[in-house]
């Protein structure tokens, strides 16, 4: 088709081109001011804040550090392996007596752990009675550094005072009063009740743990505390304790947003919590309890263990439990489903690392998204020619996210969702602003197109613009071919005015037929069809619209014959070929002209069904891919397995039915099949006495006899493997 292009408003003379140039700034900052103010107004929902909380998970996911995950930070993990020996092997039924436990922690002091936090709140005393408390504790002293949890609460926790009988932990954190004076009551970390180990456990520990932590909104764990005040004490939690056993003499002090320990520097938010950078699952090496406890335990008989307790040297181990039946399991950035003690673990690995992630004031996410609208207002207002609008789009719309994730691999959670629906809105805006006030290029695509292309295509480009010029998109299409059976010998025996008198007609009753079903004709060539369904518009149903068009033109065809015979002197038969798959399609061509079409390997094969017809006697073929995508619509039988000129890989091809005519040869069509498996399997007789007991009635059949007859003569030379190796198109 020929292409124009109107003038651009930007080339146009006079005395008003200073004031459109002023009018078009104009629409860009008011259309940034409507995108902000959608965006604000959506944030008064909860949508932006859901949609920011996703946006960070996707970050999160996409940008775990690429370090070959942590040596650090180990874990022994109670799973339900574990569970599962200790109940067949020992007879241990849960809960495990603590002194199993003790196993754990002397094969940790064996391999010289630098120190081991247990994510196991102990405040009951043991079923199995005291000696199982003590024994525990026991097995803790002599590993030395020993972390047990506390857990603090604000409504749960059975003390609101500090047991004498468990000494405090020696976090200091300087200017923590000044501080926690400019935090709000409500954000503020502080917890008037607690849940302590029963004393005869907590005797073997050096340094208690906070181990609560609050899930956002949704449930999901982004955010960590790690300190926690009760009773006038600052608690650390489980993973800054064991950071102090290890390192006694740890320096902290809090100021503004930011909590020093040590040399590390972890940025907070408002309410004083952390932000982890969330690695992968996978990045922490785990081991079941169950091997642990068996390697001690092999080892203390003097033979050689599963694992090797060096593998805890100089590193930090913690244990928790992730069988999913001991209610341990926690939703993560990084995982729909992961234990505590992993979020404990990714915390410990920022702890160790520095590489927190900074927390951008709201104040300047605001800023971002006011900024980035206007400008997005002002490049699509000020932009003239559809090419350079769809730049623009292309451009503005991931530009916030492409700032989020640059910032994010900086180390900071900058607000993507609240940016880019303001981006979006303005952007939105700014094209209905173009579309209401030059609506003369609406007229002049309708105008230039009509006589191309339908009015689907026309009014899809009227949407988009940008689809005038050349470039194609992947899609997933259902690609049909036609060809007249015979018909350049049909088209010797008649006058050109004939011959085109008759192509007329059948094309306009094939042509009527796809339209109908919503297919989108490519070309023509000669006597043959081209179509392609689900482009430019989406249809989900494409393969079995394309199927039902198929046996319509044929159902028609048929219904044409007698007349179409005697202008002609001969039947008409079509044969068709159907395939569905990606395929590229779009406006293909030189700048000046171009067409709508497709191309790739599911078209070539579409075309190569449609001549296999004439291999099998059939008329209809589709391959495999548009038997499954059109679903239980039609039915269908199995021809063969061919593999085609030009391609290796083989296919599956059927021949479709109307259900009622399927029905009606039901038998028929189960001893093909019987015939069929017989051939593919290699049994050439048997397969050649089923086909040739169809054969008067079925030329799919009859096409098998010949190949038997030629397979028995000359057996396949190699192992065979049923595929019909077709050598012509």
Request: with cysteine.
């Amino acid at each position: 088709m020929q292409q124009t292009v109107s003038p651009s408003p930007a080339k146009e003379a006079g005395p008003g081109g200073f004031a459109a140039f002023r009018k078009r700034i104009l629409y860009g900052v008011m259309a940034g001011v409507v995108g902000l103010t959608a965006a604000w107004l959506l944030s008064l929902t909860g949508i932006v804040i859901s949609f920011e909380a996703r946006t960070f998970d996707w970050r999160a996911r996409l940008l775990t550090p690429r370090d070959g995950g942590s040596d650090a930070v180990r874990l022994i993990l109670l799973d339900q392996a574990s569970l599962d020996w200790a109940a067949k092997e020992n007879g241990l039924s849960w809960p495990w007596p603590r002194e199993v436990y003790s196993a754990i922690l002397d094969f940790c002091r064996r391999g010289g752990a630098k120190a081991v936090a247990f994510d196991v709140l102990y405040t009951e005393p043991s079923t199995y009675g005291v000696a199982d408390d003590t024994a525990f504790a026991a097995a803790g002293k002599r590993l030395g550094n020993f972390v047990l949890p506390v857990f603090l609460g604000r409504e749960s926790g059975k003390t609101s005072v500090w047991p004498a009988d468990v000494p405090p932990d020696p976090l200091v954190i300087k200017g923590l009063k000044s501080w926690l004076a400019k935090v709000p009551p409500s954000e503020a970390p502080v917890y008037p009740k607690a849940a302590f180990p029963v004393p005869e456990v907590a005797a073997g520990a050096k340094i208690l743990g906070n181990v609560s932590q609050d899930p956002e909104f949704d449930g999901i764990y982004r955010r960590v505390n790690l300190f926690g005040l009760f009773d006038g004490k600052a608690v650390p939690s489980l993973p800054l304790a064991a950071r102090m056993l290890a390192e006694p003499n740890l320096d902290a002090a809090i100021a503004g947003h930011s909590l020093r320990l040590g040399p590390v520097t972890v940025p907070l938010d408002d309410a004083g919590r952390a932000i982890p950078r969330w690695r992968r699952s996978s990045d922490f090496s785990a081991v079941s309890a169950a091997a642990v406890i068996r390697s001690e335990l092999t080892l203390l008989e003097g033979g050689k263990p599963d694992l090797d307790p060096n593998m805890f040297r100089g590193r930090y181990v913690l244990f928790g439990f992730s069988a999913p039946g001991l209610l341990d399991l926690r939703p993560s950035p990084v995982a729909g489903v992961t234990s505590g003690v992993e979020i404990h673990a990714q915390t410990l690995q920022s702890l160790l690392t520095g590489d927190f992630l900074r927390v951008i004031p709201h104040w300047a996410g605001w800023w971002l998204a006011g900024a980035l609208a206007v400008a997005a207002g002002l490049a699509v207002t000020l932009t003239t020619g559809a090419v350079a609008g769809a730049g623009v789009i292309i451009l503005f719309l991931p530009l916030p996210i492409l700032i989020a994730l640059a910032a994010y691999a900086l180390g900071s959670w900058l607000p993507m969702a609240l940016p880019q629906l303001a981006v979006a809105g303005s952007l939105v805006t700014a094209v209905l602003i173009g579309y209401a006030t030059e609506g003369r290029q609406k007229r002049f695509i309708k105008s230039a197109f009509r006589q191309y292309l339908s009015p689907d295509v026309i009014e899809a480009l009227i949407a988009h613009p940008e689809r005038m010029s050349l470039g194609g998109e992947l899609r997933e299409l259902t690609i049909f071919f036609s060809d007249l059976q015979g018909f350049t010998g049909i088209s010797e025996g008649m006058t050109p005015q004939e011959l085109t008198a008759l192509l007329n007609k059948y094309l306009t009753a094939m042509t009527d037929i796809i339209l109908e079903e919503g297919g989108t004709v490519d070309k023509y060539e000669g006597d043959a069809i081209i179509a392609f369904w689900n482009a430019p518009l989406d249809q989900p149903d494409h393969a079995a619209r394309a199927v039902r068009a198929a046996l319509r033109c044929q159902d028609k065809l048929t219904e044409l014959r007698p007349a179409f015979r005697e202008r002609s002197g001969h039947d008409l038969h079509m044969r068709v070929g159907l395939n569905t798959g990606p395929a590229v399609v779009g406006n293909m061509g030189s700048d000046s002209r171009f067409d709508y079409t497709m191309l790739g390997d599911a078209v070539n094969l579409a075309s190569r069904l449609e001549g296999i017809n004439k291999q099998f006697g059939t008329y209809t073929m589709i391959s495999k891919a548009t038997r499954d995508a059109a679903g239980e619509s039609f039915a269908s039988r199995r021809l063969g397995r061919v593999a085609v000129v030009g391609r290796a890989e083989p296919v599956d091809v059927y021949e479709p039915l109307w259900p009622a005519a399927a029905a009606a040869l039901t038998a028929t069509h189960d001893a093909y099949a019987n015939a069929l498996a017989a051939f593919i399997s290699g049994d050439f007789q048997t397969a050649l006495a089923g086909f040739t007991a169809l054969a008067g009635t079925d030329p799919a059949a009859a096409s098998y006899v010949k190949r038997c007859e030629a397979l028995l003569a000359e057996p396949p030379a190699g192992e065979w493997n049923g595929v019909l190796v077709m050598t012509s198109k």
